[in-house]
């Protein structure tokens, strides 16, 4: 069992940034698939950014790819997820996701999920 709990949300200017942060309980995060998805109001869930347990594989949607980076310290039991040049479109909740196996793009992979951080991107 994990416990997903994300951090880091709030409103920012476009253009701007923020680092969202998804703390994991459990010995065993390091060997946890991790993902990013969002939703926006009125919108279905999507898929954000997947990060493998080692981090050495990486994916990325295509709205997302250049400004946003995932990454992991599987020391602190930690996913991040830096949000650059944010855009009006980037306004979501963002959850947090994790998978024992080798999950990339579909929530249906992922087995826990965390209880979302709002972002706010305004112009």
């Known amino acids: 069992q994990v416990q997903l709990v994300e951090s880091g949300g709030g409103l920012v200017q476009a253009g701007g940034s923020l680092r969202l942060s998804c703390a994991a309980s459990g010995r065993t995060f390091s060997t946890y698939t991790m993902g990013w998805f969002r939703q926006a109001p009125g919108k279905e869930r999507e898929f954000v950014a997947t990060?493998?347990?080692?981090?050495?594989?990486?994916y990325y949607a295509d709205s997302v790819k250049g400004r946003f980076t995932i990454s992991r310290d599987n020391s602190k039991n930690r996913a991040y997820l830096q949000m650059n040049s944010l855009k009006p479109e980037d306004t979501a909740v963002y959850y947090c996701?994790?998978?024992?196996?080798?999950?990339?793009?579909?929530?249906?992979?992922?087995?826990?999920w965390g209880q979302g951080t709002q972002v706010t991107v305004s112009l």
């Open positions: 996701a994790a998978d024992r196996g080798d999950a990339r793009y579909y929530e249906d992979e992922f087995d826990y």
């Open positions: 990060i493998s347990w080692s981090g050495s594989r990486t």
